[in-house]
């Protein structure tokens, strides 16, 4: 029998070429740019098909019926000069008919040099292949290091990274400019440590010291005690908690404005992280919501930040944390599948500035192939 795929006979369906690839503790399609409709209204109609969205379980499309695993990736050429790769970011939600273009993503981001050169986007080189790429979210810059020995893409080796079973190929990230990625500064009110008031549903008052921060994801972090846990919890018993998930986003829905992000409803950000006294060896403990469910591990991105406020004086976690001194430190952010290492340097004119970050994340493809959705999606929305 033959069996090879006749696509003439999908009479209402319509294929996109796409490749499944994990990007650290992330999961999702990634797609050439060139391959979907240049109506943002329409591309977004298509992802959401994609993953299947709107529904819990995904279970008409790719998504993992996890904020996690309905995550996209769509990469292009750069036409920007210095800039080798654009990468846009895309987060669905498996209950939401949302396409949020806005935040970053740094485990995603770890799968887009290897997805480029994959599908021979920017050529490869023989030991490793240095790529700077663009997120078109926020316009942040990074350079992402694979290993390519004898010309060829490799994804095994020995780097491991809590959250992801085995080992794997590392794949080397370093940030060029976090700061302030959506908020308009790293400290979006100007100060290290705030006093935030807010109600909760119930109509209490409360109010809790908090650091407001952009560091390459807008965050609150608050000390867990203050919200009368330890910070040790697993992130299930945390996301069975709904009056703590209700303070917490009562607070989040306070902070908009402070942080100079307007109306945060409907976003996926600032993401809340409660913060404890490390008890692995690690700099800090932290349990992030992202921003309404319990990370089981925390997001590349958040762990930068999270990582800078370790290294300034007078945040919520400078006077938890154990991370060391210098203007080299490497930061150990605890979470509730293992740990997190950023490397970060600090500024020797102003140590409470951040010169850069860097940190080892893994990806590797796991399938790769087309994406079919109903073929009238496509329609241009000026037809």
Partial sequence: ?????????????????????????????????????????????????????????????????????????????SGSAGVDLDFLFAQLQPESDKV???????????AVLPFALERGLIGIRDGVTTARIRTLNTGMQCNVTVQTPGGRLH??????????????????????????????AMLPTGKVLDRIRFHTPDGALHEVAATLIDNGMPMVLVRAVDFGISGYESAAELNADQSLRARLEALRLAVGEPMGLGDIRARNYPK???????????????????PHVCHD????????????????AGTVADELANAGTGLQRSV?????????????????????KIVSAALLRTARPIMRGDVLI??????ETTE
């Avoid at 949020?100 to 770890?110: F, I, Q, R, S």
Wanted: glycine share 10%.
């Fill in 1 to 77: 029998m033959d069996t090879t795929q006749n696509p003439d006979l999908l009479a209402d369906l319509r294929s996109i070429p796409s490749t499944l690839m994990r990007g650290g503790t992330s999961r999702g399609p990634f797609f050439v740019a060139s391959d979907l409709p240049a109506d943002p209204g329409v591309r977004d109609r298509v992802l959401l098909a994609a993953m299947g969205s709107p529904d819990k379980r995904q279970i008409d499309g790719l998504g993992g019926a996890h904020p996690l695993t309905s995550k996209i990736g769509i990469v292009s050429r």
């Fill in 100 to 110: 949020d273009l806005t935040p970053n993503c740094g485990n995603m981001l770890a």
């Fill in 155 to 184: 994804y095994s080796g020995d780097a491991r990274i809590d959250g992801v079973p085995g080992t794997a190929a590392p794949v080397k990230i370093n940030f060029l400019d976090t700061a302030g990625s959506v908020c308009p």
């Fill in 272 to 290: 809340m992280c409660l913060v404890a006294a490390p008890r692995a060896g690690g700099a800090i403990t932290t349990r992030c919501f992202i």
């Fill in 297 to 312: 591990a925390i997001g590349v991105l958040a762990a930068v930040t999270v990582a800078t406020a370790c290294v300034l």
């Fill in 332 to 352: 150990s952010v605890e979470h509730p599948s293992g740990e997190f290492t950023v490397e970060l340097e600090l500024d020797a004119r102003d140590p409470q």
């Fill in 374 to 379: 109903p073929a009238d999606l496509w329609k």
